[in-house]
């Protein structure tokens, strides 16, 4: 068989394919639930009450889709210009640290300046983060899927060592967690009682700069050039190791302000479980969103509805709530088949 | 010094044996899968699906010899789920890697959980044990260390040997590195590249699997979480080490696992004065470098991620 572009995807294509996407990922996990002994339609129907069946679900599956948002975000910066970022989760971590140690009361300033101060703190060492695999690349050629991949580990013993060293919290009773962070470093919530806080706004306002950078920007344009054809634009004399640079600063600072948000908005403190895969899950959230960075918000929602349905799911149900990130996983397969299918002919022979 | 001390101390020699196993198996895999032209990120799940399907066929009464070879069969299935969509439909390699490493241990999981709903401590399986070589294994330090190993390890030397001579020695080993190097060429001898390149990720994902397989059958007796915990990529950083060749690949798999168990043995010696997280660190640190060190003059496979499509240039 070989595949030929289609001169003009057709619209119905552009939405048949992705919707047959969706489709095979409910066969799939419909399988997959009948062989947990439940029935599908039920489990389906748990799920989506889990996710948006209430205002509390709702609210939950807001909170669980704003680090989403930032690491979706990251890896779509970087896909973009091909920097294939992999290590949003040790980034994310990165951010975590930097909020901690500057809002543990290093910094006596009001909340006005300090939270400004510690976001901005914690886009450049998480860019940092980002910046040796693509020196590394640039300069000596290595492949940064498997550095950032690595990193993730050391980054994440290193998290351990803190905690467990000057980190650690005095009144932890022995627990590998920080202290919390100050009031004044607190996001706060945004419906009283609710976990929702005003990370997701950042997110959200994340979210529309990036598009505003990729879309509307010198740089963007540029960074796009470098994904399309690295070679044609460093003859279109665009510097290609300065932009990936820029990307990788860029991409490692979304991901840490994730991490940022995680400890500021949601958990207090820095713990090892701070993110549950954020990072890997943030590959999914791109992709899914074709690396649109509007698109990017609305693939979080998606996803974290499918987490959280799934575990409010998973206690009525007795299905495992694993069947979820199976559902994530399998929609990222069938969706860049189908996104491909859309825009090529198969033709066999 | 007690630093030294511990390099002539047999046990020392038959960690890093232990060690060095599934890393072999695993990068043998890749190595396959890469001198056909296919980057196969799925290796991290693959082996993580395999690790638990040697070790559950074992726990539901299967003797240990079906255990490796339905982690075999388990990982073969991923390797054509990852090759389909990366060859005939030309998807991107990274994406569908990382996809696929995601779908095999999410899968892997949600299975554990319906074989064994509440169990907070798995099972235990009688895994395979030590078989001495005779009179081959009396050789102090060495004699342990190589002759009295479980039979998996003797066949992770034994694959090397294979994968080098079908490689380099027969027309199928020719195929498989012209469809990494030249496809075009490989086409105008009338085989299919995407035949040929099917295949070899098949073949290579099975190895993953069974390197995973060793984890939970040799090297421990039960699966748990988390416990292939990152020695997929540093497989992948073993092939670029060894420069796409099985013997030198062999030769940066030992080393890592010299190096591996000589961290772990030094955690005991200067534990109390440096954090035992910076000796786990080492590792993937140590991957890091060696790739920085030599990947100036890597010669990587020219057609490596670059999905053929017949009829094209």
Redesign the interface.
Known sequence: ???EPKPRPSKIALILYPLGAVAATLLIASL?VM??GASPLSVFGLVIKGAAGSQFALLETLTRATPLIFTGLAVAVAFRARL?N?GAEAQLYVGGIVTVVLGTGLLPLPAPILIPVIMLATILAGGLVLLGPAI?KTR????E???T??????VL??V??LL??VLKDPMGLGWPQSQMVSTDARLPRIVEGRRLHYGFVIALVAAFAVWFVMKKTALGYEMRAVGVNAEAARFAGIPVNAVLMKTALISGGLAALGGFSEVAGLKGNLTLDLSSGFG?TG??VA?LAMLNPLGVVAAAIFVAGIFVGADAMSRAA?V?S??A??M???A??TM??AI?LSRYKVRWR | MEFFDILFTASFWVAAIRIASPLIFATMGELICERAGVLNLGIEGIMVAGAFAGWVTVYAGGDLWTGVAVAALVGAAFGLVHATLTEPFGLSQHVVGIGITLLATSLTYFTYRIVLPQVSSPPRIEPFRNWAVPYLSDIPVVGPALFNQTPLTYLAFVTVAVVAWVLYRTPLGLAVRAAGENPSAVEAQGLSVTGIRMGAVMAGSALMAVGGAFLTMSAFNSFFFEMVNGRGWICIALVVFGSWRPGKALVGALLFAAFDAYQIRLQQVAGGIVPYQAFLMMPYLLSIVALVLVARRASYPRALMIPYQKGER
Do not use: C, K, Q
């Open positions: 068989m070989r595949l997959l062989a947990a294939w992999i590394l000596f050629g290595v492949d899927v498997v550095t991949l690595l990193l993730n580990f050391v013993l290193f351990s060592m467990e060293g890997y590959i999914v992709m007795g495992p694993y069947i990130e199976v994530v996983a399998t990222l397969l860049v088949t491909m």
